[in-house]
């Protein structure tokens, strides 16, 4: 992924709060270690917010590493798809934070 393992939740808000209202930040740890595995998700209230912040922040450097930033939409088992945009996406507003082969 190309998050630092040392980005944390609150760090992410910091980066993607100006761009508009957050719903939800989940940035995936390892159960194990309980570091960041690199990579997370960002949901925004308004869809228009999301796009400005994909559009701004993809590539971004932070802690030394481009971020990967790219939409996502929602499986009904909770977990990301990306091979499936239609009018759904208008529902969530997530992006992924840079997992490798994960970008839409």
């Known amino acids: 992924g190309s998050l630092h393992f040392n980005i944390t939740e609150d760090m ?3 980066i993607f709060e100006p761009f508009g209202r957050i719903d939800h930040i989940n940035l995936v740890m390892d159960a194990e270690t309980q570091r960041s595995k690199g990579f997370g998700f960002v ?6 917010d999301a796009v400005k912040a994909m559009n701004q922040l993809n590539g971004f450097e ?3 590493r ?15 798809n990306q091979d499936r945009l239609d ?4 529902e969530r507003h997530g992006y992924d934070l840079g997992a490798t082969g994960r970008l839409a």
């Open 62 to 64: 932070l802690a030394g």
């Open 43 to 48: 949901t925004f209230k308004n869809a228009d």
């Open 66 to 80: 481009p971020m990967k930033v790219g939409h996502v939409t929602e499986r009904q088992d909770g977990m990301p």
């Open 12 to 14: 992410l808000k910091g």
């Open 87 to 90: 009018n759904e996406e208008l």
